[in-house]
Nanobody
Framework: QVQLVESGGGLVQAGGSLRLSCAAS????????MGWFRQAPGKEREFVAA????????YYADHVKGRFTTSRDNAKNTVYLQMNSLKPEDTAVYYC????????????????????WGQGTQVTVSS
């Protein structure tokens, strides 16, 4: 069983920054690929970013590339999402997710690659 707890959400003005954290339980965190997704009201949950467990390679959706950065600290069992140059359209509930079944990297964009999800944290960007 893996538990994920996100934090760091809040209200920010357009152009501002936030850093989300996701703390994970489990002694094998370093072997999980981790993903970030978001869901705005009335919309489907969409991929934002992912970080591989072995290579540490990162992957981003086109609409956040160059603005968001994901990283991980295996010693702290934590993954981060640094969000810069925020836009009102980034407003959503942000979720982290853990893939414990070693999905291939091309599958990280798909929510079905992930086995555990956090409860989400609200990010609101005002114009």
């Amino acid at each position: 069983q893996v538990q994920l707890v996100e934090s760091g959400g809040g209200l920010v003005q357009a152009g501002g920054s936030l850093r989300l954290s996701c703390a994970a339980s489990g002694r094998t965190f370093s072997r999980y690929a981790m993903g970030w997704f978001r869901q705005a009201p009335g919309k489907e949950r969409e991929f934002v970013a992912a970080i591989a467990w072995k290579s540490g390679n990162t992957y981003y959706a086109d609409h956040v590339k160059g603005r968001f950065t994901t990283s991980r600290d295996n010693a702290k069992n934590t993954v981060y999402l640094q969000m810069n140059s925020l836009k009102p359209e980034d407003t959503a509930v942000y979720y982290c997710a853990a893939d414990i079944t070693y999905s291939p990297s091309y599958y990280y964009f798909n929510r079905n690659a992930y086995d555990y999800w956090g409860q989400g944290t609200q990010v609101t960007v005002s114009s």
